[in-house]
């Protein structure tokens, strides 16, 4: 192990690219869109649509300060360096912590998945097993998991596209239905397009921020990346249409082959409509995929904490062993471990409460991805006005329609936060919240009293030497 050497730059475009999907198309999608669609009915299609874009903004704030400076742990060490120090700590605290949540959502939904196929099998068991395999990969180094979840990407790319024409196909031709077509009567039966009003669009808003959490992953990997200036900006602006075709497009498949009212929370909604419509083959396919979309999602989790840890240590801010990087892997190895550590705790959980881990993680980890982004746009403020309008002009990724952009999407993510008081499940966020930031702010206290302590006895021992 080495102290204080930097992290390789192994990541190539293509690799940017697939780590941008692995982090936001995952259990988001592929299990937590049922709780959307019982919220919002056929018009799911417009709460991911519309979600989708003020997360669009979100990322090319992340952006524009990304590609002005490629660092690793970006979001925190911007925090840190354009709002202040108590900023950075609080801002690279709380995206750890916010993907500890979601890493944890990934593991209970492995579970879930593989009792489709081994009902016996404990949900513990088969997190377990993905939480072990993931952290051996983090370990081996960048490259290789560039590599990993570049293929485990593709698979999911691939699978959701077939899924999508499959499904088309069934709905205009009849495939698998004896040539008979589906049709549309779905989206306006069963209470209409969108049954229960705009009540129920607004507050399926707050369980489509889960989905999207991940996709800040990309600020991430600058530090990583061979040519951060066109790879950042590239993979940020195919967000949009990935979000159009991944988010929008399955769902218009989901609630037009299937009643919105009769998709259930036992599985991922995927598998169980192709299985209920009678075919079987179809819904283990989709399993298998879905099972290697958390897997993947997962390892972008992992790999996403390792670096903000890495961030926050180089900072100050995470004790100084957390700096050490494997000399042959170049990967801060125990960065990865102490994060896996904590992830673990998921796995005992679910041993215990098989049922509830799921929602609780996901409750969590919504209002904390809420406070990631609201801190990321808060930070571009400040970024922009250290720049001043003469550096801004000459960005090279730019946020469209600044400052209007910025401010309308604060506004909508304070809407978030209020919406989640009206939604039972969510309201420990709440609770919680003011309780976890206390902690943060404790502990900078605590910190930053540490480090005057010891600037002081510095200088005193200085003082007696020159004397």
């Given at each position: 192990?080495?102290?204080n ?6 990541l190539k ?12 198309v995952?259990t988001?999608l592929f ?18 649509a519309?979600g989708?874009f003020?997360i ?12 002005h ?15 202040g ?9 709380n995206?750890w912590?916010c ?16 009792n ?5 099998i ?13 952290t051996?990969i983090?370990?081996?180094?960048v490259?290789t998991?560039?590599?990993?979840e570049?293929w485990?990407?593709?698979?999911k ?8 024409l499959f499904?088309l196909?069934?709905?205009f031709f009849?495939v ?7 049709g ?18 607004l507050l ?6 889960f ?20 790879t950042i900006?590239k993979?940020i602006n ?5 979000i ?29 409509i192709?299985?209920?419509?009678g075919?079987p ?18 390892n ?8 903000m840890?890495f961030?926050?240590a ?10 050490k990087v ?7 190895t125990y960065c ?5 550590a904590?992830?673990?705790i998921?796995?005992i ?9 799921f ?11 809420i406070?990631n982004w ?13 720049i001043?309008?003469q ?5 090279l ?6 400052p209007i952009?910025n401010?309308?999407t604060?506004?909508y ?9 009206f ?6 966020s709440?609770?919680m919240a003011?309780?976890w ?7 900078y ?10 600037h ?12």
């Amino acid at each position: 192990m080495g102290e204080n050497q930097e992290l390789k730059r192994n990541l190539k475009n293509r690799h940017i690219q697939l780590i941008a999907l692995g982090g936001a198309v995952g259990t988001g999608l592929f299990y937590g869109s049922a709780a959307t669609i019982e919220l919002v009915g056929p018009a799911v299609m417009l709460s991911y649509a519309l979600g989708g874009f003020f997360i669009y903004l979100v990322m090319r704030c992340m952006g524009e300060m990304t590609v002005h400076t490629p660092v690793s742990g970006a979001f925190s060490t911007f925090a840190y360096k354009y709002w202040g120090d108590m900023a950075g700590f609080i801002s690279g605290w709380n995206y750890w912590f916010c993907y500890i949540a979601v890493s944890m959502a990934e593991i209970t939904a492995v579970g879930i998945y593989v009792n489709y196929w081994f009902p016996d099998i404990p949900q513990w068991v088969s997190g377990f097993i993905m939480f072990v395999i993931i952290t051996c990969i983090n370990l081996i180094g960048v490259k290789t998991f560039g590599e990993i979840e570049f293929w485990g990407a593709i698979i999911k790319v691939i699978a959701v596209i077939l899924m999508i024409l499959f499904g088309l196909a069934i709905i205009f031709f009849g495939v698998g239905q004896g040539g008979e077509s589906v049709g549309f009567a779905n989206l306006t039966a069963e209470g209409g397009f969108l049954p229960n009003g705009l009540s129920g669009l607004l507050l399926s808003l707050v369980v489509v921020t889960f989905a999207f959490g991940g996709v800040e992953l990309i600020g991430i990997t600058a530090g990583e990346a061979e040519n951060p200036d066109k790879t950042i900006p590239k993979a940020i602006n195919q967000v949009l249409y990935r979000i159009l075709i991944f988010y929008v497009g399955s769902m218009f498949v989901l609630v037009t082959l299937f009643p919105w009212n009769k998709i259930g929370l036992e599985g991922s909604p995927f598998v169980l409509i192709f299985d209920s419509l009678g075919i079987p083959a179809a819904a283990h396919i989709l399993n298998f995929i879905v099972l290697t979309a958390t897997f993947s999602a997962y390892n972008s989790c992992l790999y996403s904490n390792a670096r903000m840890l890495f961030g926050l240590a180089e900072q100050g801010n995470a004790p100084k062993f957390l700096r050490k990087v494997g000399k042959k892997t170049g990967v801060p190895t125990y960065c990865v471990l102490f994060s896996s550590a904590i992830v673990g705790i998921s796995v005992i959980l679910n041993a215990f409460l098989p049922g509830q881990v799921f929602g609780i993680v996901m409750s969590i980890a919504i209002l904390a991805i809420i406070i990631n982004w609201i801190m990321i746009l808060i930070t571009h403020n400040k970024f922009r006005k250290i720049i001043g309008p003469q550096d801004a002009d000459r960005l090279l990724f730019k946020m469209p329609l600044y400052p209007i952009s910025n401010y309308v999407t604060m506004g909508y993510l304070v809407i978030l936060v209020v919406l989640m008081a009206f939604l039972p499940n969510f309201r420990i966020s709440l609770y919680m919240a003011p309780i976890w930031l206390g902690i943060l702010f404790i502990a900078y206290k605590v910190k930053s009293s540490r480090m005057n302590t010891n600037h002081h006895s510095e200088n005193m021992e200085k003082i007696e030497e020159a004397n």
